[in-house]
């Protein structure tokens, strides 16, 4: 079946520039995340949705970082005003239930953000 | 979130067994054990999870100490397409819907 789909997959943007990156997740999915991966760190968790609920958006890193997730479904992530140090891969996950201890998350492959 | 402490890599040959260890000495009573890992390239997949009993799936078996304040992570026979950092985190029965990764352990398979 579908996993989990991002895009694009690769973005290039100059700094100052805004983007918007996609997470289509598995149908049915209640939680959707969105993690920010460094190279060579691993991922870290940004924020998280119940269905169209923004219950935890504790690991945006700044005030242009911002997530929207208007039907229950397909979520974006925008970033305003980019800067070099947001260079990076930014990942979604989503998991069937309600986020808990031991519901696996499945995740995208990544939209690779570089910005010059 | 209680903290993790993997090895930054470990290689192993082709067909042989892998054993990938985890110290989490501070795990609270409700924290389940997760392994993920990350195949080159990709977004991070699920491998195996537990809370006090050994588990076995069809990717690993997942050892637990008695205390708890270590585990590892078994692959039965190593190959090329398991080369991967496996991550080990830890979540709170009560909380924990974020993954912390941390920097996880580089395995190298050789054939």
């Known amino acids: 079946g579908a996993g989990v789909s991002q895009s694009p997959r690769y973005k290039v943007a100059k700094r100052g520039q805004d983007v918007a990156l996609r997470c289509d997740p598995i149908s049915g999915h209640v939680s959707l995340f969105w993690y920010q991966q460094a190279l060579g760190q691993g991922p870290e968790f940004l924020t998280y949705?119940?269905?169209?609920?923004?219950?935890?958006k504790s690991g945006l890193p700044s005030d242009r970082f911002f997530a929207e997730r208007p039907e229950g479904s397909v979520s974006t992530l925008k970033i305003q005003r980019t800067q070099q140090e947001d260079s990076a891969v930014y990942l979604c996950?989503?998991?069937?239930?309600?986020?808990?201890?031991?519901?696996?998350?499945?995740f995208g492959p990544g939209t690779r953000l570089t910005v010059l | 979130d209680a903290k993790t402490t993997q090895p930054n890599s470990m290689e192993s040959n082709e067909e042989e067994p892998v054993h990938l260890p985890c110290n989490h000495s501070t795990i609270s009573g409700t924290d389940y054990i997760h392994w993920y890992r990350q195949l080159p390239s990709q977004g991070p997949e699920y491998v195996i999870h537990?809370?006090?009993s050994n588990v076995n799936n069809r990717m690993a078996s997942l050892a637990i100490a008695e205390d708890r304040k270590s585990s590892t992570l078994i692959l039965h026979r190593a190959t090329l397409r398991d080369a991967a950092v496996y991550y080990c985190i830890l979540r709170d029965s009560n909380s924990g819907y974020a993954l912390n990764f941390g920097k996880g352990t580089s395995l190298l398979v050789t054939p």
């Open positions: 537990g809370l006090t």
């Open positions: 996950a989503s998991s069937s239930q309600g986020g808990n201890s031991y519901n696996e998350q499945f």
């Open positions: 949705f119940q269905n169209e609920a923004q219950l935890d």
